[in-house]
């Protein structure tokens, strides 16, 4: 499969002012989405697409046609993962449940992203409600392989070139796993930093915003746009990396571990510390149940007046999820949201004892499983760090077999202008080796 390049910051260096440049950018979508779709399966089915993105055109001029200037995302196609409410587009989850279940009205994400001059390039595929359950969508880089979950659709359309820019959301690895498998940059953000307004959330003490771009200026231009308040910083060092001792690093297969240690050792020479860190944490928490029991706890008091009202229309693996998160008492959810605020503190204390900067590791324990595996990814590089509220980055940096193996940093909590900027550093060092 040929995949086309579509970068959002070279997308932004076109102006696109006129009514005939925004018709023909939605046809340069419509063309590539006729090419690729059928293969890659990364959006919701939708029956009049041309005619919505036609109307949304029509908005879009009308909205702006008094401004002397156009916004910074003029007639760029962005994909919404299917949890997030998009006026005009139903939202399913990824479920069986009718339609006129899931209503909800569009949040301040979709509407940024609006007044931005964005046109909504249609739902993207996601697992049953962000948790768990069969997905068409396939890998672009492989079709035999899974994209990853649960933001498969966005990830996907971003690496076959359909959109230059889509937006997901992780509780466990649903960002960083796809970004991985699929070899673009995958942006989660801090807890909260994004406001998850307008969203069907799996787990509400987990859950954040993500974004994907296919390259790494095109993530800063987004975080930029996207993230409230958000001050771009400058470096004027190489950030010093930490290392989790410990089970974490344990979490992998022999080829991850072995690309990766290539990498830390190529970065050392370019002048990089690297420190290897006691963790503020225990073992038990990264191979136990306590962050998948606290998730399923959520997400039963969240379904449960759905639930009541449409079981039937549930998959197995997210009843049997909500059955398990039944018995998970309110006193244990509290101890749970203890341990989150306990982890964050103790993390920020131990970034400046050790001096760290970044926390860096690869991003999924192996590359995209094969489909019939049925599985979309592996929580263990990545479910800590979120169950804390840190901001993590996946960046394509590494292949095995031809396929996509991403390189993970994570931040401080709330400093995702740190992540990115010292990030940016580590991207451009580690595509010199790749």
């Not at 962000?130 to 690496?159: C, D, K």
């Not at 192996?366 to 479910?383: C, D, F, Q, S, V």
């Not at 993970?408 to 010199?432: F, H, K, P």
Request: charged share 20%; aromatic share 8%; with cysteine.
């Amino acid at each position: 499969m040929q995949l086309a390049r579509a970068s959002l910051a070279e997308m932004l260096c076109t102006e696109i002012e006129t009514e005939v440049s925004i018709a023909e950018a939605i046809t340069h979508y419509l063309e590539r989405f006729a090419e690729l779709e059928p293969q890659i399966h990364a959006f919701v089915p939708e029956e009049q697409l041309e005619l919505r993105l036609n109307r949304e055109k029509e908005q879009l001029l009308a909205s702006f046609a008094a401004l002397p200037a156009k916004p910074e995302l003029w007639g760029i196609p962005v994909g919404i993962k299917d949890l997030i409410h998009v006026e005009g587009l139903p939202t399913r989850a990824g479920s069986q449940l009718p339609a006129e279940a899931l209503i909800g009205k569009e949040g301040t994400l979709i509407k940024r992203l609006r007044g931005l001059g964005a046109i909504i390039a249609g739902k993207t595929v996601t697992e049953e409600f962000a948790y768990q359950g069969p997905i068409a969508t396939r890998n672009p880089r492989n079709l035999a392989h899974t994209p990853g979950g649960s933001s498969a659709g966005s990830a996907a359309a971003v690496a076959a070139g359909m959109c230059p820019l889509a937006v997901g959301t992780q509780t466990l690895r649903s960002v960083l796993a796809p970004a991985s498998f699929c070899g673009v940059v995958g942006f989660k953000a801090s807890y909260g930093r994004i406001p998850m307004d307008g969203l069907i959330q799996l787990s509400p003490s987990f859950d954040a915003i993500g974004f994907f771009t296919q390259d790494f200026h095109s993530m800063e231009v987004a975080a930029e746009l996207l993230i409230p308040d958000f001050v771009p910083r400058q470096i004027s060092r190489k950030p010093v990396l930490g290392i989790p001792q410990g089970v974490y690093m344990q979490l992998m297969s022999d080829e991850v571990k072995a690309v990766f240690d290539t990498q830390i050792e190529s970065l050392e020479k370019l002048g990089y510390q690297v420190k290897h860190v006691k963790m503020p944490w225990q073992d038990e928490l990264i191979y136990g149940d306590a962050m998948l029991r606290f998730i399923e706890g959520e997400m039963a008091r969240g379904h449960e007046d759905l639930f009541e009202q449409y079981a039937g229309y549930y998959g197995e693996p997210v009843k049997e999820g909500i059955a398990r998160g039944k018995q998970v008492t309110d006193a244990e959810l509290k101890t749970y949201r203890g341990m989150q605020l306990e982890l964050r503190q103790n993390l920020e204390v131990l970034m400046k004892e050790e001096g760290i900067d970044l926390w860096v590791s690869p991003a999924q324990g192996g590359t995209a499983p094969k489909l019939e595996e049925n599985r979309t990814g592996w929580a263990g590089m990545t479910a800590v760090w979120g169950f804390a509220g840190c901001p993590a980055l996946s960046i394509p940096a590494a292949s095995i077999d031809n396929m996509p193996l991403g390189f993970q940093c994570v931040g401080s909590y709330g400093g995702d202008e740190w992540l990115l900027a010292w990030s940016r550093e580590v991207a451009r060092d580690l595509s010199m080796n790749k």
